[in-house]
């Protein structure tokens, strides 16, 4: 087991849905940090200040004793890596591919679409909010939708085969945490914050409900951060 690093330090916004993922990656691995707040909404993630550890002027980063780094999967990976135990990846590899797909379909097929900087692209903050939302509310039903099926898919599969998820769940690959869900839970709490309807998502409703009910997710949310807002 590798010695815990002396310090880790988290650059992250209350409701930055990446910050969420690593905030519960540390909280699954048992791993102490500390915070610096950056408030995306009032443009300090653009500051020279988080542009030097973060060079796209992003959140979240995590910086190993002095060292930074950023995106937000990359540091999971980097995290399961260093701490193995426990694991938020299956060790099979084909089971492993397939929570890294439903990572992906968070990570990249729906996150950077809810992004501000896409946002401002698609309407003013102040005077076309409809528009912005309307946008999200796509892209995230679409993204949850693939995930959604991805899920059942897995559930079918019978155990044992490569591709399981085994047991049904309640989780979001099977009976085990993962590296799915600490993506899951913080597109499931943006979904619900711009009005995404989740009754056709049921599987992905039981999973994050399992999730959240997990103490170290709950330490995670963004309401029980030190920067957030009422
Ligand atoms: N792929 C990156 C994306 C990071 C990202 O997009 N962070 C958002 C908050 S979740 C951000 O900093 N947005 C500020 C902006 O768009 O200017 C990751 O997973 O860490």
């Known amino acids: 087991m590798p010695k815990p690093p002396t310090s880790l330090l988290l650059a992250h916004y209350w409701r930055s849905s990446c910050s969420y993922r690593v905030r519960i990656a540390l909280g699954y691995k048992r791993l102490a940090y500390e915070s610096t707040f950056v408030n995306i909404l009032d443009g300090e993630q653009l500051l020279p200040q988080n542009t030097a550890r973060n060079?796209?002027?992003?959140?979240?980063?995590?910086?190993?004793?002095?060292v930074p780094y950023g995106e937000s999967v990359a540091i999971m990976e980097l995290l399961e890596d260093l701490y193995p135990d426990p694991a938020l990846l299956p060790k099979a590899p084909r089971a492993r591919a397939r929570v890294r797909e439903l990572v992906e379909t968070i990570n990249a097929g729906i996150q950077p679409?809810?992004?501000?900087?896409?946002?401002?692209?698609?309407?003013?903050?102040?005077?076309?909010?409809?528009?912005?939302?309307a946008w999200m509310k796509h892209f995230i039903a679409r993204g949850l939708k693939a995930f959604e099926?991805?899920?059942?898919r897995a559930d079918a599969e019978p155990a044992g085969?490569?591709?399981?998820?085994?047991l049904a769940g309640p989780f979001a690959f099977g009976g085990t945490f993962s590296m799915a869900d600490a993506c899951l839970v913080p597109q499931v709490y943006a979904a619900r914050r711009v009005g995404v309807d989740l009754t056709p998502f049921p599987r992905l409703v039981r999973a994050d409900?399992?999730?959240?009910?997990?103490?170290?997710?709950?330490?995670?949310?963004?309401?029980?951060?030190?920067?957030a807002k009422a």
Not at 113 to 130: I, P, Y
Not at 149 to 152: I, N
Not at 211 to 224: G, I, R, T, Y
């Open 149 to 152: 099926a991805l899920v059942v």
């Open 161 to 166: 085969e490569p591709d399981a998820g085994g």
């Open 55 to 66: 060079a796209i002027g992003h959140v979240p980063t995590l910086t190993i004793d002095g």
């Open 113 to 133: 679409l809810q992004n501000l900087s896409v946002l401002d692209r698609v309407g003013d903050s102040k005077t076309e909010q409809e528009k912005r939302t």
């Open 209 to 227: 409900g399992a999730a959240c009910a997990l103490p170290f997710v709950a330490a995670a949310k963004p309401e029980a951060q030190a920067d």
